[in-house]
């Protein structure tokens, strides 16, 4: 059973920075291809960032492009998502997720980390 722990989140002022970390436990991270996803208040869950296996990464929401990046370090079987240029609209619980590269139905979701936009 893999466990996913976020960590790294908080409140920032905007045009701030924030990193962050998600990670795992009870299997190598390198099995696994990740994500963040996002749900701001009283809004449905989206997707922000994905990365493969071989580092290949992709950042989703116009509003992030640019300013949002995932990277990973399977030494220390951790993903992160690097934050820049941080908006208000940027406030969400962020969320891990990781599916393994052998079986999609293998599947794990973190628990969540607040962060929060605000002056």
């Known amino acids: 059973q893999v466990r996913l722990v976020e960590s790294g989140g908080g409140l920032v002022q905007p045009g701030g920075s924030l990193s962050l970390s998600c990670t795992f436990s009870g299997d190598a991270s390198r099995k696994y291809a990740a994500s963040w996803y996002r749900q701001p208040p009283g809004q449905e869950r989206e997707q922000v960032a994905t990365?493969?296996?071989?580092?290949?990464?992709?950042t989703f929401p116009e509003s992030a492009k640019g300013r949002f990046t995932m990277s990973r370090d399977d030494d220390k079987n951790t993903v992160y998502l690097h934050m820049n240029s941080l908006k208000p609209e940027d406030t969400a619980v962020y969320y891990c997720?990781?599916?393994?590269?052998?079986?999609?139905?293998?599947?794990?979701w973190g628990q969540g980390i607040q962060v929060t936009v605000s002056s």
């Open positions: 997720y990781a599916r393994s590269i052998f079986d999609l139905s293998d599947d794990y």
């Open positions: 990365i493969t296996r071989l580092g290949d990464s992709e």
